[in-house]
Nanobody, 117 residues
Framework: QGRLVESGGGLVQPGGSLRLSCAAS????????MSWYRQAPGKEREMVAV????????TYADSVKGRFTISRDNAKNTVSLQMKSLKPEDTAVYYC??????????WGQGTQVTVSS
């Protein structure tokens, strides 16, 4: 059974930076697309960034383009999200997701990111 554990969340001032990490285990990491999602209070969960299994292709939500960077290390079974120029509207619980098809989909427990002065 796949397991994802996020870390790196916290409180940061507007304009600041944070780096989230997600450690994967229990599945063949290099076969999976990896994504970061977020869910703010009262809102639906939304995709933030996706990276292909080999790391050669990335996709970002318009709201984070140019500020966030997703990366992965298939040797260490980790995926990261570097977040810069953070805004209060980036405040949310951030979730790591691994997907290789309908029956191969795993979620982490989430990590809170709060952007506030």
């Amino acid at each position: 059974q796949g397991r994802l554990v996020e870390s790196g969340g916290g409180l940061v001032q507007p304009g600041g930076s944070l780096r989230l990490s997600c450690a994967a285990s229990g599945f063949t990491f290099s076969n999976y697309f990896m994504s970061w999602y977020r869910q703010a209070p009262g809102k639906e969960r939304e995709m933030v960034a996706v990276i292909s299994s080999g790391g050669g292709s990335t996709t970002y939500a318009d709201s984070v383009k140019g500020r966030f960077t997703i990366s992965r290390d298939n040797a260490k079974n980790t995926v990261s999200l570097q977040m810069k120029s953070l805004k209060p509207e980036d405040t949310a619980v951030y979730y790591c997701n691994a997907n290789a098809g309908t029956h191969y989909d795993y979620w982490g427990q989430g990590t809170q990111v709060t952007v506030s002065s």
